[in-house]
Antibody
């Protein structure tokens, strides 16, 4: 089965750091970009950025550039999305996806003091 | 960056209705546009890829059309399970999503 399995939900305080993960299985992980998509509570889908697991080449949406970092470890078929300093406005569900077909189940990140 | 303007943001309809949702790109995107359906608490599901190609397993009442900068998703004969939020997504230059259309009863 082709699958992206994401790490579990997180509750953090503003200013804390965080890394969430996305593990691919059932396909050649190196052959497809991994995208990260945010969905804030009750809002739409926002593309954040993507990484090529083969080369580690990364692209970012201007809205997220400098605030998050995407990375990947091809040896363990895993991609990551990380923040060095979370803000309350980072609260939301974060999906990894190869786009358009394979989506992770989403990771709920809650940032609250 | 390419901006995707989706309209309407919401619409009310009844079972059996024919509805259309429009997405306008800020520049030509060469038909590199997908349509997704998302239900509450679920991940988005691909309906149409590359503007007009029906994804395998998706009912034929869903259809996509358009090219250049204006694209349309049409649902002919709404079914109860079609009440959901729909998004367009361009993948010509990077990726960007439309704002979504909530289809309500």
């Amino acid at each position: 089965e082709v699958k992206l399995a994401q790490s579990g939900g997180e509750v953090k305080k503003p200013g804390e750091s965080l890394r969430i993960s996305c593990k691919g299985s059932g396909y050649n992980f190196a052959n497809s970009w991994i995208n990260w998509v945010r969905q804030m509570p009750g809002k739409g889908l926002e593309w954040m950025g993507r990484i090529d697991p083969r080369s580690s080449d990364a692209h970012y949406s201007p809205a997220f550039q400098g605030h998050v970092t995407v990375s990947a470890d091809r040896s363990i078929n895993t991609a990551y999305l990380q923040w060095s300093s979370l803000e309350a406005s980072d609260t939301g569900i974060y999906y990894c996806a190869t786009l358009p077909r394979i989506w992770g189940q989403g990771t709920l990140v809650t940032v609250s003091s | 960056d390419i901006q995707m303007t989706q309209s309407p943001s919401s619409l009310s309809a009844s079972v059996g209705d024919r509805i259309s949702i429009t997405c306008q790109a800020s520049q030509d995107i060469n038909s590199l546009l997908n349509w997704y359906q998302q239900k509450p608490g679920k991940t988005p599901k691909l309906l149409i890829y590359d503007a007009s190609h029906l994804e395998s397993g998706v009912p034929s009442r869903f259809a996509g059309s358009g090219s250049g900068t204006v694209f349309t998703l049409t649902i002919a004969g709404l079914q109860p399970e079609d009440f959901a939020t729909y998004y367009c997504e361009q993948h010509d230059i990077r990726i960007s999503f439309g704002g979504g259309t909530k289809v309500e009863i």
